[in-house]
């Protein structure tokens, strides 16, 4: 599978970057993962997004959904998406419709967010939604997917790919957690958080440092690490240092446009 960081930065974006979405792309089958602030102009650097076949959510964050609003007024209004002839668009009776799955309550949050300004279904009426519990197993296309709670402000859910017998595993966001661990056991590539330059020095904790997220992949086994959810404001060379002596190895630092292959 071929995985393209669309968007790295964490709750707000880097200079001429976006929050987190990770394009992975199988056999013609295209997969959005996550889809903050920022990512659809990304997404349409890539890809036409009529062709993205789903849509995963990982949680109900605003840096981690909210491109989601953008993309549904592209499949509702955009010309080629009508059933006449508009604007020298022939015109479909099929418009692109993706599946988009999203944690217990999505449906509810999105309309109350939409509601303010507008119609409540915008999101549920341009997307196929579903929502998914901590024990669900997807089929998308030639992926198998499955979730594990992280602890992080809000449910959240880590999530694993399978495809032609390779792993690729993302975090989501988390605080540091045994879960995590031993969901990414032996994964082939293991895309974690690393947004923090300290620990939360009060309250609950709820992300990673780069020594803590390097300390996740050595305890995985993860054959592969790369950080992300850093900021641009963060030293990337300490970040480096940081994860790669916890890893006990090199560790790669996701930015917008890196592809890995997994
Ligand atoms: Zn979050």
């Given at each position: 599978m071929r995985i393209t960081v669309l968007g790295k930065s964490p709750s707000w974006q880097d200079a001429g970057g976006a929050c987190s979405g990770y394009l992975v792309q199988e056999d013609g089958y295209t997969l959005l993962l996550d889809c903050g602030n920022g990512v659809f102009s990304k997404l349409r650097g890539h890809v036409?997004?009529?062709?993205?076949?789903a849509i995963l959510i990982s949680h109900l964050h605003a840096d981690h959904f909210l491109d989601l609003v953008p993309f549904a007024y592209a499949l509702t209004?955009?010309?080629?998406?009508?059933?006449v002839a508009v604007a020298g668009w022939p015109g479909t009776s099929d418009p692109a419709c993706p599946e988009l799955y999203a944690p217990l309550g999505a449906k509810e949050m999105f309309r109350q967010i939409v509601s303010c300004w507008g119609n409540e279904q915008l999101i549920e009426d341009a997307f196929s939604l579903h929502e998914y519990q901590a024990w669900d197993e997807v089929s998308l296309g030639p992926f198998q997917v499955r979730f594990c709670e992280v602890p992080h402000y809000t449910p959240t859910f880590a999530v694993e790919l399978v495809t032609s017998g390779r792993r690729f595993t993302y975090s989501a966001d988390c605080s540091p957690n045994q879960e995590l661990v031993d969901f990414a056991?032996?994964?082939?590539l293991l895309l974690i958080?690393?947004?923090?330059?300290?620990?939360?020095?009060?309250g609950e904790r709820g992300h990673l440092t780069p020594s803590e997220a390097g300390d996740h992949g050595r305890r995985a086994r993860a054959k592969r690490l790369v950080i992300t959810?850093?900021?641009?404001?963060?030293d990337p060379e300490w970040a480096d240092q940081e994860a790669t002596r916890a890893f006990g190895g090199p560790v790669g630092l996701a930015h917008d446009g890196a592809v890995y292959s997994v």
């Amino acid at each position: 599978m071929r995985i393209t960081v669309l968007g790295k930065s964490p709750s707000w974006q880097d200079a001429g970057g976006a929050c987190s979405g990770y394009l992975v792309q199988e056999d013609g089958y295209t997969l959005l993962l996550d889809c903050g602030n920022g990512v659809f102009s990304k997404l349409r650097g890539h890809v036409d997004y009529v062709d993205v076949d789903a849509i995963l959510i990982s949680h109900l964050h605003a840096d981690h959904f909210l491109d989601l609003v953008p993309f549904a007024y592209a499949l509702t209004y955009a010309p080629r998406q009508q059933p006449v002839a508009v604007a020298g668009w022939p015109g479909t009776s099929d418009p692109a419709c993706p599946e988009l799955y999203a944690p217990l309550g999505a449906k509810e949050m999105f309309r109350q967010i939409v509601s303010c300004w507008g119609n409540e279904q915008l999101i549920e009426d341009a997307f196929s939604l579903h929502e998914y519990q901590a024990w669900d197993e997807v089929s998308l296309g030639p992926f198998q997917v499955r979730f594990c709670e992280v602890p992080h402000y809000t449910p959240t859910f880590a999530v694993e790919l399978v495809t032609s017998g390779r792993r690729f595993t993302y975090s989501a966001d988390c605080s540091p957690n045994q879960e995590l661990v031993d969901f990414a056991r032996d994964t082939d590539l293991l895309l974690i958080e690393a947004t923090l330059p300290r620990p939360e020095r009060t309250g609950e904790r709820g992300h990673l440092t780069p020594s803590e997220a390097g300390d996740h992949g050595r305890r995985a086994r993860a054959k592969r690490l790369v950080i992300t959810h850093f900021s641009d404001e963060l030293d990337p060379e300490w970040a480096d240092q940081e994860a790669t002596r916890a890893f006990g190895g090199p560790v790669g630092l996701a930015h917008d446009g890196a592809v890995y292959s997994v």
